[in-house]
Each structure stands twice: as structure tokens, then as C-alpha cells.
């Protein structure tokens, strides 16, 4: 098993409490994402996003300030354990500087969930709170 962190930034134009209501609400995450998502903001708690495609469970909380969650998706290897999300969010005058880092990515999909996370989440989020 090989893995690869990933490690990106984004630039939000909205609190790091909006953005964080947008991440963990799953009707928030739905409206930006254009698609389902289940769970309840709470750790140990479950969740999916993408009509199931990706799969997770909540390990720390703070409001505002942090998220770490465990994730995989449908097309995960065999015999991988979960990879760690950790999103720390910081406000950066009006605007919020997102901090990824997803660690234990399996090293053979790290390239497209890198391209992912920008075009299926970043590039969204930050429509999503331009269009509010």
C-alpha cells in the first residue's frame, strides 16, 4: 500500500462559520455540490456525500474552526484503510482561507481526488457563496 498527502488551499468569500455550515450541513453540502449528501455534524458520526459516491465518519469538530473526518469513496482498493480529512478554516478579512490536508490518499488515485477536490468542491464553494 502506498499513500500520498494532499495538501491544497482555497480562498472563500464567506465567514469561516458559513463555510463551515456548508461543509457539514448536508443540505448545504447538497446545494453546493449539486448533489446528496446524509449525516449529522456530530463526532463518530457517519456521512456521505455525492449520492454515496464518498463515505465518511466526523472525528473532531470545532465550529468555525476545524473539521476532521475520515473518507473514502465507492472506488476505494481493497485492503486500504479510510484516508483523514483535515479542513482548517481561518478568517482572512471578509473571507475564509481553507486549509485541506488528506492524508493516507491510496498514491495510484491521489492525482484525481487532488483534481477533485478543486473541481468538485473548491471551484463549487466558492460559486455557491458568490451567488448567495
Excluded: N
Excluded at 485492503?79 to 481561518?90: D, H, R, V, W
Amino acid at each position: 500500500m502506498k499513500f500520498v498527502t494532499i495538501r491544497q488551499t482555497a480562498l472563500i468569500d464567506a465567514s469561516p462559520a458559513e463555510v463551515y455550515e456548508a461543509y457539514v450541513d448536508p443540505k448545504k453540502h447538497a446545494a453546493f455540490t449539486g448533489s446528496a449528501a446524509t449525516g449529522t455534524p456530530r463526532m463518530g458520526c457517519k456521512f456521505t456525500a455525492w449520492d454515496g459516491y464518498i463515505m465518511g465518519k466526523y472525528v473532531k469538530l470545532e465550529k468555525g474552526k476545524k473539521i476532521v473526518h475520515e473518507w473514502t469513496t465507492t472506488e476505494w482498493p481493497a485492503g486500504y484503510p479510510p484516508s483523514i480529512i483535515e479542513l482548517t478554516l481561518k478568517a482572512k478579512g471578509k473571507k475564509t482561507e481553507l486549509v485541506m490536508v488528506h492524508s493516507k490518499a491510496p498514491a495510484e488515485q491521489a492525482e484525481d481526488y487532488a483534481q477533485g477536490w478543486r473541481d468538485w468542491y473548491w471551484e463549487p464553494l466558492k460559486k455557491y457563496f458568490a451567488d448567495a
